[in-house]
């Protein structure tokens, strides 16, 4: 049984840098990709970022936050991270890790959709 937990969470302040956590236990996380979402109060849940299984092919990031977020993996502990960094409050969201078992980000990354396997999230709150 796949199961994310994310952690990292918490409240800060705008201009602030945090890293999100999310710990893969169930499976070999190495072998497949695993994306960030997040969701604002009243808002629909949106994609951040999706990082690939290996090394070869580079992170995809949303457009409109590509810059301030920086997603990795560490296969040796079974994480995979999300550092933010120049926290705004509209960064206020639930952050959720979710994957689908296959080693590439899809062209279909950027849907909620295409992932069948989520964490329960972390609270990011930024205050101004």
């Known amino acids: 049984q796949v199961q994310l937990v994310e952690s990292g969470g918490g409240l800060v302040q705008a201009g602030d840098s945090l890293k999100l956590t999310c710990i893969v236990s169930?499976?070999?996380?190495?072998?497949?990709?695993f994306a960030w979402f997040r969701q604002a109060p009243e808002k629909e849940r949106e994609a951040v970022s999706c990082i690939p299984s290996g090394g070869s092919t580079l992170p995809v990031y949303a457009d409109s936050l590509r810059g301030r977020f920086t997603i990795s993996r560490d296969n040796a502990r079974n994480e995979i991270n999300l550092q933010i960094k120049r926290l705004r409050p509209e960064d206020t969201a639930v952050y959720y890790c979710?994957?689908?078992?296959?080693?590439?980000?899809?062209?279909?990354?950027?849907?909620?959709?295409?992932?069948?396997?989520w964490g329960k999230g972390t609270q990011v709150t930024v205050s101004s």
């Open positions: 169930g499976t070999t996380p190495d072998y497949y990709a």
């Open positions: 979710a994957t689908d078992l296959r080693p590439r980000c899809s062209a279909n990354w950027r849907s909620q959709g295409d992932f069948d396997r």
